[in-house]
């Protein structure tokens, strides 16, 4: 009886062991192809936070970045416009409208140039903001425009363009104040307190690490 009772253990044991293993077998084809779809995932969630990263940048006002921006850099970056645009005092209109002094200037600033409705309906004036989503999506900034530009996305690379075109004037604007971020300050004395904190605990893990070394050398 009692061998006979082992070999229903051993039976069901085995039972079990085959359908594991004939479920792995299955899982493995059924997931096989699936593997590298999970490595595509992977890399699409990077992505994506790359393109959160991305969007809380654009969230920042450009007065930050043009605190620290170059306006020789702005002019290469001009390039992208110079296509379409002179920025010469009294330029010739091309397919865009000539630049000078658009830092300021009126929406639909060029008296004879055939705008769009979107800017000539506008009204007011180009400021940093307005110019900096504008170069940024066009399209998304003024819907129905026709200046067909796709766009520059990296806010420093918008703000050495304007601080280029600001200087491309009779009156340049003065630069934006930067807002006070009232993190900065709150987020050091924190930090500080942690260091000092942090100290002695780092002193003592010190000491630890080369007591355990000499035994694992006893070989
Ligand atoms: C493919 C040609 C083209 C390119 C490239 C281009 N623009 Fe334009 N731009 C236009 C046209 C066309 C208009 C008129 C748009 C309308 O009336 O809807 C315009 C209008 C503008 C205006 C409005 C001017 C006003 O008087 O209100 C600004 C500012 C401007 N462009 C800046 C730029 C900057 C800066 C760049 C480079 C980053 C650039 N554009 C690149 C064609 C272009």
Not at 77 to 105: D, E, R, S, W
Not at 188 to 216: F, W, Y
Request: glycine share 10%; net charge negative; with cysteine.
């Amino acid at each position: 009886m009692d061998s006979y009772e082992w070999n229903k253990i051993i039976g069901w044991v085995l039972a079990a062991a085959i359908a594991v293993l004939g479920l792995s077998i299955l899982t493995g084809l059924v997931y096989a192809p699936g593997h590298s779809e999970t490595k595509g995932y992977v890399v699409e969630g990077v992505e994506i936070e790359a393109e959160a990263g991305g969007a809380a940048e654009v969230v920042q006002p450009i007065a930050a970045f043009l605190a620290t921006a170059n306006p020789a850099k702005g002019e290469a970056q001009f390039k992208k416009c110079a296509a379409c645009h002179t920025i010469n005092k009294g330029g010739a209109t091309g397919q865009g409208p000539n630049l000078y002094g658009i830092v300021g200037a009126k929406f639909a600033h060029i008296a004879g140039f055939a705008y769009s409705d979107a800017i000539k309906n506008h009204g007011g004036t180009w400021g940093w903001d307005e110019l900096s989503h504008w170069v940024e999506s066009p399209r998304k900034f003024l819907p129905g425009n026709k200046m067909s530009f796709a766009g520059i996305s990296k806010p420093q690379d918008r703000a050495d363009l304007l601080v280029y075109l600001n200087a491309q004037s009779d009156s340049p604007l003065p630069l934006p104040a930067v807002p006070a971020v009232a993190e900065a300050p709150a987020a050091e004395a924190p930090a500080d307190a942690a260091a000092s904190d942090a100290a002695p605990a780092a002193g003592e893990q010190a000491t630890a690490v080369p007591a355990e070394a000499p035994a694992e050398a006893t070989n």
